[in-house]
């Protein structure tokens, strides 16, 4: 007789990282403490109005189905947008999702099977272990270190990571949680790995439009190697619409469309109110990300130049999306974020950080780093590091 | 060097059967032919406008991930909705989804691994293929028989079909694609299985409110199973709202629903705006179902009544839901319903079916048969009816 059980894959999907502090942070508020979060990458930023009033003022009477690849209209819109950003794609070749989260799913199931292997530098988003677990992949990790702002690992490392198991290589670009901006030539160095080894690259374009020095490219820009590359995108921090849950999954490679297509029948559609917000916000005019852009380039120039001016702390100066990595001297940063919650304050506050163990595949990394999002106006800003540097003086596990 | 492929599993899923008669449906309307769309599950009944109105008039300023369960205003929302129908859970116990869909891919991604087996009646809902082939699993169909209306299989069925590999049943309650209402007593065969074998019983409950004879007896009113019932359930038929993509995972297993919690964190919250719309329904009139299941009942008795009427043609009279299986004398129903869109017309009209071949498993099955889905209002289903009367009579396959 079976057993009633969880799945060894329910087992083996990993907790939010991020999310299991929130109970501590709770407390600290119950306690009447103010917590700072620069935990996640929840911008405080408001929703475009248009883009909300798209939705309030949309005629139908039917919430119907949308296609599974979703609306027509929005991905013909899509298709404006992406030629703004210097990507070339007809409308055949996007499928909406729901989120760029459903993106990464559909990106493994059509193109990796259980036991297939990707390789991705860390630190990377934590969910990709999440997505990884469900479709039963493997997660190779290869290191990208601090010291030179975490950038892309070399060749070497990636040769060495590959095996006949290996499909794909994915990017976070610019990166969250490190903020790097990669530059054209290290894309062109992905190429000549995924061209070498005819490999699927998986670029996670999320953070696009916020990059402080330096140009984005994007993967689809790449040129010779449009069957492998597969752009996993969203318009949750674009527009500061995480809750809308609209990504995109866009590729040249009409196997895998059609393939994908699949799994996007099989959900029915994505979210349709949500698809009204993100078609108007195609039409937002262009200087929206003008000032959006600028204000998080202030914050990040406030949170680098704090951090940096606290003993024993480094930060390199992130070049793209609104994260920053920071060494910080502690032996734990598990240990050291949940002390600053349930042990700290500093005139009745705190700050909440994510602890870059999370980020890490490698067992033991990441201990004496932690992640900052700087979705916070600047004030706030420093506040959090007057704290942080509070902490740092009095944190017992401090160590050098 | 690997070769850059689609996944096995990418070549295994499923294309939508239902869809790969949309290019036919077009080309008739394109030669100016109406087409009475019987054949998806969409209904033509509008959206109550108090849940679209709840969306247009919410204030927020930023669109935020919530709760990845779900808000918990809503999940606390859904607890006074199901207690209204019978089955008692705490807000705990509900995860809300992105769709049915979500719901039934947690389930199985959770409680089952890949090679682990399901048992389903057939003939089943199509995309419960697709959401076990992303999650490994092997279906397991068990045949249920039109001439007493899809009822359940006996027991015997299912034990003959129990592997070691066996961690559930799956039901659809009541039926889509057949439209059968199992009573208290086929629940209670159920619970005796699962008990008896310690399997998952999950419980697709979509068109709960649509039933025409006899009360809806949900698997969560099974009482001594608690920790082996799952529901997966949705707001998308219940109040015409397909496109919302809210759904609802519900168990009482604590263990199940901390490991599919984790699920519901890797894609970080349910769709924001749908949410909204689907609190609001919930306090919708306690009338609202009466009007609606009044014009669904009105469809159905002409539906069935014209099927019936017709020469060589059986049809069951469901208990629930929107569809009816009916057996034609044709030779091959895919054969049949692309005929119906690529080479007949009548005064100008023709119907759209689905072919039954696409609801079972057992290879062969349901060549005989299709599902109508009485989306239309009775005018238009009398002039569907006039169409496949007419059609079977010229039909060149035509059996018997």
């Known amino acids: 007789m079976s057993q009633l059980t969880i799945s060894q894959r329910g087992q083996q999907m990993p907790a939010s990282p991020i999310r299991k502090l929130v109970p501590y942070a709770e407390a600290a508020k119950k306690k009447g403490v103010t917590v700072y979060h620069l935990n996640i990458g929840q ?26 690849a979703g609306n027509e209209s929005y991905r013909k819109k899509l298709v404006e947008y992406y030629s ?15 989120g760029g989260s459903e993106a990464i799913l559909f990106g493994f199931m059509a193109c990796l099977d259980p036991g297939d292997e990707v390789i991705i530098p860390e630190p990377f988003y934590a969910n990709y272990n999440g997505f990884a677990v469900e479709a039963g992949v493997k997660v190779v990790p290869i290191v ?29 670009n610019p990166n969250n949680p490190t903020g790097y901006l990669y530059s054209r030539e290290e894309m062109e160095t992905l190429k000549s790995i995924i061209q070498k080894h005819n490999l699927y690259l998986f670029s996670d374009e999320a953070y696009r439009e916020f990059c402080y020095q330096g140009e984005h490219f994007s993967a689809m820009q790449l040129t010779g190697v449009e069957d492998n590359v597969v ?23 009409q196997q895998l469309l059609d393939a994908t297509m699949k799994f ?24 929206y990300f003008d000032e959006t852009k600028a204000m998080y380039l202030e914050r990040r120039n406030a949170l680098v130049s704090r951090l940096n001016a606290i003993p024993g702390v480094f930060c390199p100066n992130p070049g793209g999306a609104f994260y920053a990595m ?32 999370g980020f890490y595949g490698t067992p033991g990394s990441g201990r004496q780093e932690v992640r900052l999002a700087y979705v916070l106006n ?8 007057d704290c942080l540097e509070k902490a740092l003086e009095v944190y017992p596990g401090r160590i050098k």
């Not at 600047?378 to 590091?385: D, G, L, N, S, Y």
Request: charged share 20%.
């Open 84 to 98: 703004k950003v210097g990507i070339n794609v007809n409308h055949t070749q996007i499928l909406v999702t729901t």
């Open 378 to 385: 600047t004030e706030a800003i420093h506040k959090a590091m």
């Open 43 to 68: 911008p405080d930023i408001e929703t475009p109005k248009a883009v909300l009033d798209a939705v309030r003022h949309a005629e139908f009477k039917v919430l119907e189905y949308s296609h599974s």
């Open 326 to 357: 920071a060494q910080l001297p502690i032996d734990d940063s598990d240990k050291f974020c949940q002390w600053l919650l349930e042990s700290f304050e500093y005139n009745k506050q705190t700050v909440m950080l994510a602890p870059a163990t």
């Open 264 to 287: 996007a029948q099989a959900r029915l559609s994505p979210p349709g109110l949500a698809q009204i917000a993100g078609e108007a916000a195609v039409d937002l005019p262009d200087d």
């Open 231 to 253: 752009l996993m995108d969203t318009i949750s921090k674009r527009y500061s619409a995480c809750g809308a849950r609209i990504g995109a999954f866009v590729t040249r490679n």
């Open 144 to 172: 990208s270190h601090i010291e030179n702002g975490f950038a892309l690992p070399p060749i070497s490392a990636f040769e060495q990571a590959i095996t006949p198991r290996t499909k794909g290589i994915v990017i976070c």
